[in-house]
């Protein structure tokens, strides 16, 4: 049966990051982007209503926000992730790179140590680097299909000059999911050694079949009072461009530091249309969000058949989380430049290569799978016909 999602917009000159901007990285318009983390799909109905109710209107001033934008964000998250929270413990701030950056320039100083696993999603490792702390950092080990923390590493590089541990979850790039149990050793680490935990939970909505995502807010109160989670509903809804996050802080100390520094910055008001996106999207979508969910699946069964069939040297790991497919070209024996211009000159198909992720990402490449499937077939077409040229065969 045809799904909305099946649809293919055309996004070129629309001053899209995904494809206007990569166009102009790589010099030409022929390429398939499957790089940039947002979704070729279009937005809910219900969230474009309503930012048409507010074109209507004509006048876009200062906006404040609402009991509803605070009501959709208490109902989503009691709901989806079985979580209570208060309207006190929400903190508006723009952007989640933004609210990791305020994060480690509130809740330490300069030079100390911040915790960070790699391969990192590169936007919080900046977030530390570019505030003058000290990344520490601690390569997920692989185990069999899984990347997994490794505790005792981390209890052999924290100081007494670490302040914070900053975790994403689910972890982009390598898709995992974090258990209870999981979550529960890192908050007792951070309890033992006094570390403010936080937490990117921009991810959190979108979990394969059969794999529950459990919020690091819901862990003991212990933890929780040392606890900065970062969330937002743009990846969720397709809506990064709209630029709406929200901070859940439950220690009123550590929150007060965040609105104050917020408020002196001047980042206190939203966007008309966040306001817009965040009622509509987290009391009126459910049901595109559950398609959405199931599309997604689809792509990834429909990639997996694909590769195993055509492209036997990649190899997939498990997806808990995230539209974001983690991959392995080991089995090729080239080097990432040689794969990176197969991608871009023989296949015409952009993806990310491992090194954005630092180091840890040597040997891998991410691929985003949050499109029509057409358009991912005709990625894999593309490079179906010239796989030869990369293999050697």
Excluded at 76 to 95: A, G
Aim: hydrophobic content about 35%; glycine content about 6%; charged content about 25%.
């Amino acid at each position: 049966m045809e799904s909305s999602f099946d649809n293919i917009v055309d996004r070129r000159n629309t001053n899209c990051a995904k494809w206007d901007t990569m166009d102009v990285k790589y010099g030409g318009s022929d390429l398939i982007h499957l790089g940039v983390a947002d979704m070729d799909f279009k937005t809910p109905d219900a969230i474009t209503e309503g930012f048409r109710r507010c074109t209507e209107h004509g006048i876009y001033g200062y906006t404040d926000l609402s009991e509803d934008f605070y009501k959709g964000i208490l109902r989503w998250f009691e709901e989806k992730n079985r979580v209570k929270l208060t309207k006190e413990e929400v903190v508006f701030c723009p952007r989640i790179s933004i609210s990791a950056s305020l994060a480690v320039q509130i809740y330490t100083a300069p030079g100390e140590e911040v915790i960070i696993h790699t391969p990192s999603y590169d936007a919080l490792y900046e977030g530390i680097i570019k505030n003058q702390r000290k990344a520490l950092q601690s390569p997920l080990v692989k185990r069999g299909e899984r990347f997994e923390i490794d505790f005792e590493h981390l209890e052999s590089i924290v100081t007494e000059n670490t302040r914070m541990y900053v975790l994403c979850s689910p972890f982009n790039p390598v898709c995992r999911v974090w258990m209870p149990e999981e979550l529960e050793q890192i908050g007792a680490f951070c309890v033992k050694h006094n570390l403010i935990l936080f937490v990117d939970e921009i991810h959190g909505d979108i979990v394969s079949k059969d794999t529950t995502f459990f919020s690091s807010l819901s862990l003991s109160e212990e933890v929780r009072e040392r606890l900065v989670v970062a969330s937002s509903l743009t990846k969720t809804f397709n809506i990064p461009g709209v630029i709406v996050s929200y901070l859940l802080i439950p220690n009123e100390a550590l929150r007060c530091r965040m609105k104050e520094v917020i408020d002196r910055l001047g980042m206190h008001n939203p966007n008309i249309f966040a306001v817009a996106a965040v009622e509509e999207g987290l009391q009126h979508c459910d049901t595109w969000y559950e398609e959405m969910l199931a599309y997604v699946d689809e792509n990834e069964k429909f990639t997996r058949q694909y590769f195993e069939e055509y492209f036997p040297e990649f190899h997939i790991y498990p997806r808990e989380g995230t539209f974001l497919l983690w991959i392995s070209y080991e089995k090729l024996g080239c080097t990432e430049e040689q794969l990176n211009d197969w991608f871009l000159h023989k296949a015409k198909v952009e993806v990310y290569m491992g090194s954005k992720f630092g180091e840890a990402g040597q040997g891998y490449f991410r691929m985003n799978i949050a499109s029509p499937r057409a358009m991912l077939e005709e990625a894999y077409s593309r490079m179906s016909k010239v796989y030869a040229e990369v293999t050697g065969q």
